[in-house]
């Protein structure tokens, strides 16, 4: 995690080329050739800074830059703030893993001409169709929105909006969002869909609030914390009786002296207790009972961490207790987590630290500290934590349980930004694990979930090499005994990276392409991630450009083995004509056993520029019987393919093409006499006399014209044959007197004779 210095440094220097970018794009083009150096450079420094700061959220507060948690002013970005808000966008979150074609997307919509905006039906459309994966465009308050001229336009009256401004700034110094944009944090963090269209007025809001936070208690995805920190923004935007009917009457008058924020933890305590209450009231008996009791303790917890009021639910529980009945055990359990959350946090790292194995509740209490740890910036201390965790591989193997191993990739995602080297050193333990023989079935495979898990949080961050490392010692395995890996390491080699990092793979291997070594590596991992892969990389070979890059994909395309030859067979009957030449040059690279099957239909291709792609392939392929393929359809072929397959049949010298290239000169080339005298020459230059016949027999066409027959009359007379005096001696006998050809025959007969 990077300082807040630090982070302010870098953030403003990226929003400063965020604003060059955006403006040159506005002018141009997103994919102008001149927007592309400045595209490249924000990205380059964004993702830089994302790999130490992990997410990256960038907007504007009141006329401050938001940078995560920083709200700093810099007047030199007056400019991409104005940008912003004109299109109602109040701020961007980017997410580890970004692709700069994504970030272009991004580009795109922040520099989309206002008229354009309008004309699709206004800000509020525009910015529902803004979705872009990994990032998220969060819309500007209702008084942050901007004219075209950059004027704000206030939706309250001048008088209620002063008010407004006021309260906020008494009750922070940070400038927290106003209610609306509190209500809508609100949602989000809990996981909870937003309303379509206005929420209503107080009470309709604070009706919302109980199912909101249960949400956000229950649901794994949800964010409790965030939740009761917009929740308190909310409640600090409204009147206190509409707050208080969120509560019992009978608690009025003891709350009303509280500040939103006690408001709000108070709350979240009330709506925990009372979801426990019934889930444990609806709770069935024998084993499920326990498993019921496990998750009212975590959701509880979940409450306290959040809220950190483990004082004032100590007093509820107690209550709540003799109320409603609450077991024994399970009132024992939510104490004992009452008195970990009122320990200092050096106590519990201590506490933790002295742990060798985990039960349940100690993992989740270890993920929550390291959570806290991460928030605070305190990566070493999480470094030591996570590398303590996996001690446990240090004692007897039969002491290593399936739960340590499942929980493995939980604690890898929660500590994936963390950096010195604790990727690389997770990895290296788990690698030694895994080559060890007593881990087999279930713990083999969980021992791969968690490189995997190692794996994809490194390549997020382009820290390839561990995947390429770990691609490695798996295949390994699987050569020391591939039935035994068929079902657990080769599947496992699929995982190693996500999507999005296979993507960004594919655009750093578009930098780097003059490299041979950096080539090999990226063939490699596009090979082991399989068809999922070479269908991103086939996909923006399609989309793509600049032929240097197209010419350096299907380069890469060419290392893909037998999962590129079956990609690429199945867009061989793609509508494209460039996707379809693709698929050729493809074929062609990975020498596709069945070339001249699959290729042979796509002589017949209405496009040129296929057909010649095929005959490059078939040629290039070398493979037998091509001669056959290329005579039989030379009918088919236009422009220069013509002539270079005469070439081809001609440099063969294939007996079999003989029909065929016979067919072509008598049926299929008239007017053209060059490609006739030329398929004549391809059949002279057969061994022997092998095609002596076809010739004479084409002498004696009166249709051909009278270059083509002497061509064919010429080579018969340097490789006479029986067959062919039969067919000619039968040609004079019923030729015209005026044919000039016939004639020429007999001249060369009385010759001959004497």
């Known amino acids: 995690m990077l300082p807040q210095k630090q982070l302010k440094g870098l953030g403003l220097r990226y929003a400063r080329s965020l604003q060059i970018a955006i403006r040159t794009a506005g002018m141009l083009s997103v994919d102008h050739t001149v927007a592309s150096g400045p595209v490249k450079q924000s990205f380059d420094l964004l993702t830089g ?203 009025h008058e003891e709350l009303k002296g509280m500040e939103p924020k006690q408001l709000a933890a108070e709350l979240i305590g009330d709506v925990s207790l009372a979801w426990a209450s019934k889930r444990l009231a609806a709770a069935p008996s024998g084993e499920n009972a326990f498993v019921v009791e496990e998750e009212v303790v975590r959701v509880l917890a979940r409450s306290l961490y959040a809220t950190q009021t483990a004082g004032k639910l100590a007093n509820k529980l107690a209550q709540f207790v003799k109320e409603y009945g609450f077991p024994e055990s399970t009132s024992q359990k939510v104490q004992d987590e009452l008195r970990w959350v009122a320990l200092p946090p050096e106590e519990k790292h201590r506490a933790l630290m002295s742990k060798v194995h985990y039960n349940a509740v100690e993992f989740r209490r270890l993920i929550e500290h390291i959570r806290e740890l991460l928030t605070k910036g305190r990566a070493p201390e999480v470094a030591e934590l996570a590398q303590h965790y996996f001690e446990f591989f240090n004692g007897p193997v039969e002491e290593v349980t399936l739960e340590e191993l499942s929980r493995a990739p939980q604690l890898v995602q929660t500590i994936s930004g963390v950096k010195a080297g604790l990727a690389r050193h997770l990895t290296e333990v788990l690698l030694e694990q895994l080559q060890r023989e007593e881990f087999t079935g279930f713990k083999h495979f969980q021992l791969l979930n968690a490189l995997a898990a190692v794996t994809s949080a490194a390549g997020l961050y382009e820290d390839f090499e561990i995947a390429q490392i770990v691609g490695a010692s798996i295949e390994q395995l699987i050569a020391r005994d591939p039935e035994q890996h068929k079902d657990c390491c080769r599947k496992a080699l699929v995982r190693l990276l996500p999507a999005s990092a296979l993507q960004r793979l594919i655009e750093l291997h578009l930098q780097s392409k003059d490299d041979p070594a950096a080539s090999r590596n990226t063939a490699t991992m596009l090979r082991r991630a399989g068809t999922a892969a070479i269908e991103l990389l086939f996909k923006r070979l399609e989309d793509e450009t600049v032929a240097a890059n197209r010419l350096a994909m299907l380069r890469l395309l060419g290392r893909t083995g037998s999962a590129g030859i079956e990609i690429a067979r199945q867009r061989l009957a793609d509508s494209r004509w460039y996707v379809v030449r693709n698929a050729c040059l493809v074929i062609s690279e990975l020498k596709d056993p069945e070339l001249l099957q699959q290729l042979t239909p796509l002589l017949q291709h209405a496009d040129d520029r296929v057909q010649q792609a095929v005959f490059t392939a078939i040629v290039k392929g070398r493979a037998p019987g091509r001669g056959r393929i290329l005579a039989a359809t030379l009918r088919f072929l236009r422009g220069n393919s013509v002539e270079q397959a005469l070439d081809e049949v001609l440099f063969l010298k294939d007996p079999a093409t003989i029909p065929d290239l016979e067919a072509f000169v008598t049926e299929h080339a008239a007017g053209r006499g060059t490609l006739q005298r030329k398929a004549v020459q391809a059949i002279a230059a057969m061994p022997a006399a092998a095609g002596s016949e076809a010739l004479a027999r084409l002498v004696a066409t009166p249709k051909l014209d009278k270059a083509t027959r002497r061509e064919a009359l010429t080579a018969i007379g340097r490789a006479p044959s029986p067959p062919a005096d039969t067919v000619i001696s039968a040609f004079l006998a019923t030729a015209s007197p005026d044919d000039e050809i016939a004639a020429e025959c007999r001249q060369r007969s009385q010759r001959a004779a004497t």
């Open 49 to 251: 800074l994302m790999k130490d700061a992990g997410t990256l959220t960038i907007g504007f507060v009141d006329g401050r830059v938001m940078l995560n948690n920083v709200l700093t002013v810099d007047a030199g970005l007056s400019q991409l703030e104005n940008e912003f808000l004109k299109r109602g966008v109040g701020a961007v979150r980017f997410d580890v893993g970004l692709t700069l074609a994504r970030y272009k997307q991004v580009i795109g919509l922040l520099s989309t001409p206002l008229k354009e905006i309008e004309e699709r039906g206004g800000v509020g459309a525009f910015l529902e169709r803004a979705v872009v994966e990994g990032v998220r465009i969060v819309p500007a308050g209702k008084n942050q929105k901007r004219t075209d001229e950059g004027d704000t336009l206030l939706e309250m009256d001048p008088e209620a909006f002063f008010r407004a401004r006021d309260a906020s700034t008494n009750a922070a110094a940070a400038s927290p969002p106003g209610p609306e944009q509190a209500l809508m944090m609100f949602f989000d963090s809990a996981g909870v869909p937003r309303p379509e269209g206005a929420v209503g007025g107080p009470e309709d809001i604070m009706r919302l609030v109980s199912p909101t936070i249960e949400s956000a208690l229950t649901s794994q995805n949800a964010d409790p914390q965030k939740a009761y920190i917009a929740l308190a923004q909310v409640m600090q935007g409204m009147r206190l009786d509409s707050v208080l009917s969120a509560f019992p009457p009978a608690r």
